[in-house]
């Protein structure tokens, strides 16, 4: 992929010049829509899966597909990017894909069954993705070392603010005008997008003979690997994991094609993606740390709408506007980020917006079934300051050193594998979060006997209660009260479970703002070509 874009010139290349041009920073801008709304559909559909569940007729088990499905054509799509730009030309390749990606959005609005939606929200994902990594590309062909900072901040909204705001948004325009409604959302920013990257970025010729010197065997295995492995980590929690034939056969060939597209990508003249950059140090302690935090990111705004809605049975719009706290105020800080980088070190800044955001999460593990809406508040602000010094800083690290002409490779690289964190990262917790409500269960389960008098007391306080609403017969409330007994230990159990999880999400980020404390202090300016 690099080698590639090396040589084809389709990736408009920064000026000498210490500002960039009026026309220069309308393109990166309308390519930082194009990222924001791809991201932004991720998660748009998270507060209103009940919602399109029941709308197209399929099951609560299969209805997470919705998201899966977007979420693979992304991740199998970015690597691809830098490639195609360079055979169909930078302009033609994202303003083709700036036009199908609200096409397949509206089109999404009119699916009746699942199958449809999958397809649909596939083929949306497929085109979406193409946008992420380009978007990525300008800051750092577009702006000069002094303005990527600036630049970087602009991304890192798309990238943090749009999975927070994106549960709020969905949530509000199903509540009040219908699931259909989150597809058509994309529609005219995405008409503004085209049209300003049509007016801003210099016409190219197609390069159609470097179809000849693909990387196929890569991309093959690439496509089959990636879509095998998101499967497995969808369905492996629903299916008990590798107690299921289905897991295991797609684990095997996950394992298979992943493994053979490493070894292609480290032997072959042109590889698809340079796996070889990860051993910079800088670029490879960075991408870990990205990894990590996409993790955190994608997982944080999976399990918080989960618990509200099966705890304190919120519907979309209630969920959406709990989480709004989590994006509404890194519209105010992460434009200062670039200014905090010119005075202090960025990884002390990524350290402390780590450490922030961690301590967020851990602010969520003594949950109980008080904590409602109200009670989020707090954490979800102190997440967002988090998440604004977050982003800026290790994109930054992590550009450091990057030459110019691997800026391509490098954005594939680093928006693949961050989102294939926040898949993993995903499907980890939903499995966590099976296994911790379990043994909390099976705990508060073997302590609850009738040898014990709180346990007596409990049980008749529930049968006078169901007596006195209409419950003749003494058996029957009896029956009831032990019923309600168990969905009251359940309940409980889930909320454990929960608190373990956010736990769980606050290790991780602890060990990503340690990981990031082993790069290299980058220089003013960071980016790519930072040396």
């Known amino acids: 992929m690099s080698s590639i874009a090396t040589t084809s010139g389709a990736i408009p290349q920064p000026g000498a010049s210490t500002k960039a041009s009026t026309r220069d920073w309308i393109a990166v801008l309308a390519g930082m829509i194009g990222a924001f709304m791809a991201i932004l559909n991720i998660q748009i559909t998270n507060a209103s899966l009940l919602d399109i569940e029941g709308g197209i007729g399929t099951g609560v088990d299969n209805g997470a597909w919705i998201s899966t499905s977007y979420l693979i054509g992304e991740i199998v799509v970015i690597p691809l990017t830098a490639y195609f730009s360079n055979v169909f030309s930078f302009r033609r390749y994202i303003l083709v894909n700036s036009i199908l990606f609200p096409i397949f959005s509206m089109a999404c609005a009119f699916a009746h069954d699942l199958g449809t939606m999958i397809l649909l929200r596939g083929l949306q994902g497929f085109a979406g993705g193409v946008l992420i990594p380009m978007a990525f590309t300008m800051v750092l062909t577009k702006l000069p070392k002094s303005q990527q900072p600036l630049g970087l901040a602009v991304f890192a909204l798309s990238v943090t603010f749009a999975p927070a705001i994106g549960p709020t948004i969905g949530g509000y325009l199903t509540e009040n005008y219908g ?84 070894w292609i990508e480290l032997t072959v003249k042109k590889p698809l993606v340079k796996l070889r ?116 800083p290790i994109t930054a690290i992590t550009t450091a050193g990057i030459a110019p002409a691997d800026a391509a490779a490098a954005s594939g690289l680093t928006n693949m594998l961050r989102n294939l964190g926040g898949a993993v990262g995903t499907a980890s917790l939903g499995t966590i979060l099976t296994k911790r409500e379990q043994f909390h269960s099976n705990i508060i389960g073997q302590s609850i006997t009738l040898t014990r008098d709180e346990v007596r007391d409990r049980l008749t306080q529930l049968s006078g209660y169901f007596t006195q609403h209409g419950v003749t017969d003494p058996a029957v409330a009896s029956q009831k009260a032990v019923v309600a007994l168990g969905q009251i230990v359940k309940r409980q159990a889930l909320i454990m479970g929960f608190s373990d999880t956010f736990a769980v999400i606050g290790v991780v980020l602890a060990l990503a703002a340690i990981a990031l404390l082993f790069t290299k202090k980058p220089q003013a300016g960071g980016g790519a070509g930072a040396h």
Not at 307 to 336: D, F, H, K, M, S
Not at 346 to 364: D, E, K, T, V, W
């Open 179 to 262: 699931w259909q409604t989150i597809f058509f959302i994309n529609t005219i920013p995405s008409l503004i997008m085209a049209a300003a990257l049509a007016l801003t970025l210099e016409k190219q010729p197609m390069q159609l003979h470097l179809l000849k010197e693909g990387d196929w065997a890569g991309i093959f295995t690439m496509a089959i690997g990636l879509s095998a492995l998101q499967t497995v980590l969808e369905e492996g929690n629903k299916d008990d994991w590798f107690s299921s034939p289905f897991i295991v056969k797609l684990g095997i060939v996950a394992l298979v094609f992943l493994a053979a597209f490493i």
């Open 277 to 392: 950059l990860l051993t910079q140090r800088n670029f490879g302690i960075g991408v870990l740390v990205n990894v990590l935090v996409g993790v955190a990111l994608f997982g944080t705004v999976y399990i918080l709408p989960q618990y509200l809605g099966q705890v304190q049975r919120y519907n979309a719009e209630q969920i959406g506007n709990v989480l709004a706290w989590t994006g509404l105020p890194q519209l105010l800080l992460i434009p200062l980020v670039p200014v905090l980088m010119k005075r202090f070190d960025a990884r002390y800044i990524g350290f402390l917006g780590i450490s922030i955001f961690a301590i967020s999460c851990f602010m969520n593990i003594t949950l109980s079934a008080n904590n409602a809406g109200d009670q989020f508040l707090i954490p979800n602000i102190v997440r967002a300051i988090g998440q604004a010094l977050v982003l800026t």
